[in-house]
């Protein structure tokens, strides 16, 4: 079970003690800190970072709202972090205002009195951690009192809007429902408008409130959208889920897939702005698909390079072969993009692919105007590095990349010659994959390759007898076929921004060959 890291502060000893002797023996739950004044809050908040805060209200040196000024503080360093707010006001108008608030996602507001409810408090702990709101149960029995008494309403509709009245996010109510945000949506201002029909004072005054949680939610929803599309895929979450991840730098053993379109200088200038925009926006959306499809994350979209990672910010096994899966399926859907721009008409893409497998840090980087999830390491660096030497529908691989893959998959892969990179002071060791290309074909490039035999423990690279590569050439696995009647594009000769010469000066061009496919295993989850 996870931990929920808890800082308890309170200006009473008695409470603080009895506090943090309840929550001590609750699993899941670690008291990291306990605070007495508004200063020694925020202050421990920085020191240990946790995912909840839970504070009275009223605290010195005034006495008035010191933990309320306090969590807004540490939310403005640690914008996850759950605030759990303690009060002697059982004034609903008091409680939906604060929980109504624009920073107020994530936020419980509980009776003092609760404290002696170890399970609501706990409960209360529970859901802002993940992001979510939580009112008192006395304070949501005063908002509904008036509508429920002074109309006909539904068990539906009372569960409904006691939800609502609750806190609980649009999301989390249609997840529940078995329905969409939408329908659920409309189904609460559907029975609000009908309350609102003639309502007395008294019930004005609750629907009112009502209303204002609704907005609330309703926002908080689309700014938990707003987040999932500008972060990286899964970091959204990690960060709801543990408000210190933002703060960490994580090292982690990853693999970097980098794809470069090849010749889109020439393209650019010879296409026009708003027909080549659709084009690199489908291509980024084909591309996103299938890093996607393997469970990667899809770091930054650098003009025509897409930059993606397995294994961050989530850890998995499996990531060199979830890369590698991801490459062949980028290579297909490209495929099939650039069938039906050239019945178009419109220039087709050659993809070429670095794949690197090594350790980086990472974490979100930045000010405090604008951060961004950062891989930082030689492993980003030899990715690009790589890719430049793919041609059009070729994946480059590092070593280790390679010797993690499984044996089918590592068999169809031709060794390269020592590559002199840019900036790194010997030769690199790396693989090809491309189903048109065979060993002689390397040699006619780069020169012969030398012959390397993987370690004994790691056999996955060598073939029958200690071979790297077969003599003639295997195919990766596609997942997509080729649409019916298409051809393999190829782009010949030098990399890109220049022209390209006809297909048979090259010495990578396809020929008639017997295809076997390798499989790989499932993707990284």
């Given at each position: 079970m996870e931990q929920i890291g808890v800082l308890l502060a309170d200006d009473n000893l008695i409470v603080r003690a009895g506090v943090r002797a309840l929550?001590?023996?609750?699993?899941?739950?670690?008291?990291?800190?306990?605070?007495?004044?508004r200063d020694e809050l925020v202050q421990l908040a920085h020191d240990h970072r946790p995912q909840v805060v839970v504070t009275d209200i009223r605290m010195p040196p005034t006495f008035t709202d010191e933990g309320i000024d306090a969590a807004r503080e540490i939310r403005?360093?640690?914008?996850?972090?759950?605030?759990?707010?303690?009060?002697?006001?059982?004034?609903?108008?008091?409680?939906?205002?604060?929980?109504?608030?624009?920073?107020?996602?994530?936020?419980?507001?509980l009776l003092k009195e609760r404290l002696?409810?170890?399970?609501?408090?706990?409960?209360?702990?529970?859901?802002?951690?993940?992001?979510?709101?939580?009112?008192?149960?006395q304070i949501v029995a005063a908002v509904l009192s008036p509508v429920r008494d002074a109309a006909d309403l539904t068990?539906?509709?009372?569960?409904?809007?006691?939800?609502?009245?609750?806190?609980?996010?649009?999301?989390?109510?249609?997840?529940?429902?078995?329905?969409?945000?939408?329908?659920?949506?409309?189904?609460?201002?559907?029975?609000?408008?009908?309350?609102?029909?003639?309502a007395s004072n008294g019930r004005a005054g609750a629907l009112r409130q009502l209303r204002m949680l609704h907005a609330a939610l309703v926002r908080r929803d689309q700014e938990g959208e707003a987040l999932s599309r500008l972060l990286p895929g899964g970091l959204a979450e990690k960060l709801r889920a543990d408000a210190g991840a933002g703060q960490r730098t994580e090292r982690l053993v990853v693999t970097v897939l980098m794809s470069d379109i090849r010749g889109y200088t020439t393209i650019a200038e010879r296409t026009d702005p708003i027909v080549l925009a659709g084009l690199l926006d489908a291509h980024r959306r084909e591309m996103n698909a299938a890093i996607l499809s393997e469970g990667g994350t899809v770091l930054q979209?650098?003009?025509?390079?897409?930059?993606?990672?397995?294994?961050?910010?989530?850890?998995?096994?499996?990531?060199?072969?979830?890369?590698?899966?991801?490459?062949?399926?980028?290579?297909?859907?490209?495929?099939?993009?650039?069938f039906r721009w050239e019945l178009e008409g419109l220039a087709p893409f050659g993809l070429g692919i670095g794949v690197s497998t090594g350790e980086v840090a990472a974490a979100l980087l930045g000010s405090e105007a604008r951060r961004e999830y950062t891989l930082v390491g030689d492993t980003m660096n030899l990715a690009a590095r790589l890719q430049a030497f793919a041609q059009p529908g070729q994946t480059v691989l590092s070593e280790p990349t390679a010797l993690a893959l499984p044996p089918?998959?590592?068999?169809?892969?031709?060794?390269?010659?020592?590559?002199?990179?840019?900036?790194?002071?010997?030769?690199?060791?790396?693989?090809?994959?491309?189903?048109?290309?065979?060993?002689?074909?390397v040699a006619a490039r780069f020169g012969p390759a030398p012959v390397r035999v993987p370690a004994p423990a790691v056999p996955s690279v060598a073939g029958p007898a200690g071979r790297l590569a077969p003599a003639e050439p295997v195919r990766l696995p596609i997942p997509e076929p080729t649409p019916a009647g298409a051809a393999a594009h190829v782009v010949v000769g030098a990399r890109p921004a220049v022209s390209r010469?006809?297909?048979?000066?090259?010495?990578?061009?396809p020929r008639p060959r017997p295809r076997v496919t390798a499989s790989l295993p499932t993707r990284c989850t």
């Amino acid at each position: 079970m996870e931990q929920i890291g808890v800082l308890l502060a309170d200006d009473n000893l008695i409470v603080r003690a009895g506090v943090r002797a309840l929550l001590d023996r609750v699993p899941g739950v670690t008291v990291v800190g306990v605070a007495a004044d508004r200063d020694e809050l925020v202050q421990l908040a920085h020191d240990h970072r946790p995912q909840v805060v839970v504070t009275d209200i009223r605290m010195p040196p005034t006495f008035t709202d010191e933990g309320i000024d306090a969590a807004r503080e540490i939310r403005e360093h640690a914008p996850g972090t759950g605030v759990v707010l303690l009060s002697q006001y059982d004034e609903p108008e008091y409680a939906v205002g604060l929980l109504a608030g624009a920073d107020a996602g994530g936020c419980a507001y509980l009776l003092k009195e609760r404290l002696a409810d170890p399970e609501l408090l706990v409960r209360a702990i529970r859901e802002v951690a993940a992001g979510a709101s939580m009112l008192d149960p006395q304070i949501v029995a005063a908002v509904l009192s008036p509508v429920r008494d002074a109309a006909d309403l539904t068990d539906d509709q009372e569960r409904l809007l006691r939800e609502v009245a609750e806190g609980r996010s649009i999301r989390a109510i249609a997840e529940s429902r078995g329905d969409t945000p939408a329908a659920v949506n409309a189904a609460i201002d559907t029975t609000l408008l009908r309350l609102a029909q003639g309502a007395s004072n008294g019930r004005a005054g609750a629907l009112r409130q009502l209303r204002m949680l609704h907005a609330a939610l309703v926002r908080r929803d689309q700014e938990g959208e707003a987040l999932s599309r500008l972060l990286p895929g899964g970091l959204a979450e990690k960060l709801r889920a543990d408000a210190g991840a933002g703060q960490r730098t994580e090292r982690l053993v990853v693999t970097v897939l980098m794809s470069d379109i090849r010749g889109y200088t020439t393209i650019a200038e010879r296409t026009d702005p708003i027909v080549l925009a659709g084009l690199l926006d489908a291509h980024r959306r084909e591309m996103n698909a299938a890093i996607l499809s393997e469970g990667g994350t899809v770091l930054q979209y650098a003009g025509d390079a897409v930059i993606a990672v397995f294994g961050a910010p989530n850890p998995c096994d499996d990531h060199q072969t979830s890369a590698t899966r991801a490459a062949a399926t980028m290579h297909a859907r490209q495929r099939a993009l650039n069938f039906r721009w050239e019945l178009e008409g419109l220039a087709p893409f050659g993809l070429g692919i670095g794949v690197s497998t090594g350790e980086v840090a990472a974490a979100l980087l930045g000010s405090e105007a604008r951060r961004e999830y950062t891989l930082v390491g030689d492993t980003m660096n030899l990715a690009a590095r790589l890719q430049a030497f793919a041609q059009p529908g070729q994946t480059v691989l590092s070593e280790p990349t390679a010797l993690a893959l499984p044996p089918a998959a590592a068999a169809a892969l031709i060794p390269l010659p020592p590559l002199t990179v840019k900036g790194r002071a010997g030769a690199v060791s790396a693989y090809l994959a491309d189903e048109r290309v065979t060993t002689a074909d390397v040699a006619a490039r780069f020169g012969p390759a030398p012959v390397r035999v993987p370690a004994p423990a790691v056999p996955s690279v060598a073939g029958p007898a200690g071979r790297l590569a077969p003599a003639e050439p295997v195919r990766l696995p596609i997942p997509e076929p080729t649409p019916a009647g298409a051809a393999a594009h190829v782009v010949v000769g030098a990399r890109p921004a220049v022209s390209r010469p006809a297909a048979s000066s090259h010495p990578f061009s396809p020929r008639p060959r017997p295809r076997v496919t390798a499989s790989l295993p499932t993707r990284c989850t």
